[in-house]
């Protein structure tokens, strides 16, 4: 069990961290004909979809009583997977019904014999549909562990994973992305600060980015890879985010700084021109390190502060930043591009 000081921590730093959970294409992931953006927003328990200007559409489906964390798409169905922060994974069809028949899959999809209380966060697809989960605590007697699910699975109401998982030595795990070789690589900004790839297919290790972003003192929640396999990642507690002067070699050279006020900032997503999304959440210590009515857990928050939060969009050449959602959203973790 952690102790109650190690909680303390985490659930400042996962509010002045999480996983804000956004993903990267270009960078990373499956490049879909993005049309809109789905971005999950926490506070309000809800994912939010928005057109390819950053207007806001409409909700795009109720998380119930669950926090929403990370999430990702199906490129096979369109099909939607939302971690929670607890063992339970919600699935919802391309137009935001509830998964199942008459939704009666809405939280069958539960982790809790695999992983305990260690709660998945992370969720990336590969282009055939075969789903990849990352726990979240790598310390006190956890382990970040990945977790491969198949698309075939993923249409069950119980899905079962396929084979043992990939083991990490990271203490807190962060975005999860392809590499331009195929690699499974995760993010770690606690301990040590890092990016780990790992082979899909035997799990091993095959490239640690240590040197060059602990040179810099950077915390990587979001990260993402261009197809030179340039890195390019975002600093949680900083809002910087840096990138590769060259692939795997460095120095990480700095690419832009968000409007960091007490803020953190999430998981990289971007755009087929190779533009960066990058979430911010405001006045998280307030929020959660503050007294009722302004504060928040995992599962609440009872705060006054109804100023919406942001997605900056960044000149991957220049480092330009400008706003690119700044409306309907309350607590960002992820968003992604989705063609529906």
């Known amino acids: 069990m952690k102790t109650t000081k190690n909680k303390k921590r985490f659930a400042l730093a996962r509010t002045l961290t999480v996983t804000l959970c956004l993903t990267i294409a270009l960078l990373a992931l499956p490049a879909y004909a993005a ?8 506070e ?7 057109d390819s200007n950053g207007n806001w559409i409409k909700t795009f489906a109720s998380t119930g009583p669950y926090y929403t964390v990370g999430f990702a798409a199906s490129p096979i169905t369109g099909d939607v997977f939302v971690s929670t922060f607890t063992a339970t994974i919600l699935r919802y069809t391309k137009t935001g019904a509830s998964f199942g ?21 992370a969720l990336l697809f590969d282009s055939s549909g075969n789903l990849y989960l990352a726990t ?28 043992p998982p990939i083991t ?12 331009a070789f195929g690699d499974l690589c995760i993010a770690s900004w606690y301990a040590p600060q ?3 790839c790992f082979n899909p297919s035997t799990g091993a290790l095959v490239f640690d980015y240590a040197a060059e972003i602990q040179a810099q003192h950077i915390q990587p929640d979001g990260l993402a890879f261009n197809s ?67 504060y928040c857990t995992y599962y609440s928050c009872q705060d006054y502060d109804t100023t919406s939060d942001i997605v900056y969009k960044i000149d991957p050449t220049k480092g330009a930043i400008t706003n690119f959602i700044s409306n309907h959203l309350w607590g960002p973790y992820q968003m992604i591009f989705v063609s529906f």
């Open 168 to 179: 990490t030595t990271i203490e807190q795990g962060g975005q999860m992305a392809w590499d």
């Open 194 to 196: 890092t990016v780990q």
């Open 101 to 121: 028949p008459k939704g009666a899959y809405w939280n069958t999809f539960n982790m809790s014999a695999l992983v305990g209380v260690n709660p998945p966060q």
């Open 44 to 50: 309000s328990h809800s994912i939010e979809k928005y």
């Open 228 to 294: 030179d396999n340039i890195l390019t990642v975002a600093s949680l507690f900083t809002g910087e985010v840096y990138t590769e002067a060259a692939a795997r070699v460095g120095p990480m050279k700095l690419l832009a700084t968000g409007n960091i006020q007490p803020a953190q900032v999430g998981f990289l997503a971007v755009d087929s021109s190779g533009n960066l999304y990058l979430p911010e959440w405001h006045n998280v210590a307030a929020r959660y390190g503050g007294q009722p009515p302004d």
């Open 136 to 163: 979240n605590y790598g310390e006190d007697g956890y382990v970040v562990e990945i977790f491969e699910y198949s698309a075939k699975e993923l249409l069950k109401k119980t899905p079962v994973p396929v084979g």
């Open 35 to 42: 049309t809109n953006e789905l971005v999950g927003s926490a």
